[in-house]
């Protein structure tokens, strides 16, 4: 296990950052989009950020794809094709992480934190009331393919802002409602989790502890989280979500391009 000295006071910064996170993913996805800038500013390498961001976001996205599951709001069965492509791509996606330098990593989250952020504040999800899937989806396997293979591969190489990439082209490829859409993209995010969580172990980036600690937070923030979206929706959180997210993406970009 690697060893990693912080002080209380940032680790328990980190414990109410990945409740806030587990409670968001939930809701509207992108939960990472806080936990990274976080591990980031409080000084950890960028390799063991996405390894431990990975550990502790498995046990906030298993928390919340079980809720949606219980609900119903995720048939397994209609999206087997998807939750292949997705594991395939996550491999893939952490197995080039290696393959990345610390300072390339260093520049590179910051631009994908902020751009997912954006891209996340200005996306249109399906409001339907709905909570079945649409009939007679065309090219139904060509798009479950696509989609898990890319989605999985870029959470396997960066990870922040998937769950909103999977909401959004979840809306766009299958006009689902909010709701289930939620359920879909909460699940397929912890397949790509546990995948990469798996490689990121065995190249050795992963701080358990620290992983764990944040985990159990983010589990109790996405069981909150998936029950509140269930019962309200994700209308009144968003808008704070991604003024915070770009905040801190802002505060990276500086220092990793300016200091």
């Not at 219980?70 to 290696?98: E, R, Y």
């Not at 751009?115 to 139904?140: C, Q, T, W």
């Not at 998937?162 to 490829?173: E, K, P, Q």
């Amino acid at each position: 296990m690697l060893e990693l000295a912080l002080d209380p006071s940032t680790w328990a910064i980190l414990c109410a950052v990945a409740f806030a996170a587990g409670f968001i993913d939930a809701i509207a996805g992108g939960g990472g989009l806080l936990t990274v800038p976080a591990l980031l500013t409080a000084g950890l390498p960028p390799h063991l950020v996405l390894g431990t961001n990975k550990l502790a976001a498995s046990f906030g996205s298993l928390t919340a794809s079980v809720t949606y599951y219980k609900k119903q709001l995720f048939n397994p069965s209609f999206w087997k094709k998807s939750i292949a492509a997705t594991a395939l791509g996550a491999l893939l996606g952490t197995l080039m992480v290696d393959f990345l330098s610390t300072e390339m990593l260093n520049k590179l989250l910051p631009l994908i934190i902020i751009l997912v952020a954006i891209y996340s504040l200005f996306g249109r999800l399906n409001h339907g009331d709905s909570v079945k899937m649409p009939e007679n989806i065309p090219h139904l396997a060509p798009k479950q393919i696509g989609q898990g293979l890319s989605l999985g591969f870029f959470d396997g190489l960066a990870g922040p802002g998937t769950g909103a990439f999977w909401t959004a082209s979840n809306a766009y490829l299958y006009k689902m409602n909010l709701l289930l859409n939620c359920g879909v993209a909460r699940s397929m995010n912890f397949v790509s989790n546990v995948v990469s969580l798996a490689a990121f172990v065995v190249l050795g980036h992963v701080n358990f502890l620290l992983g764990i600690t944040m985990g159990a937070f983010l589990m109790f923030g996405a069981w909150l989280g998936a029950h509140s979206a269930i019962k309200f929706g994700s209308k009144l959180i968003k808008p704070l979500f991604n003024t915070m997210v770009i905040i801190l993406a802002s505060k990276l970009i500086y220092e990793a391009y300016f200091v």
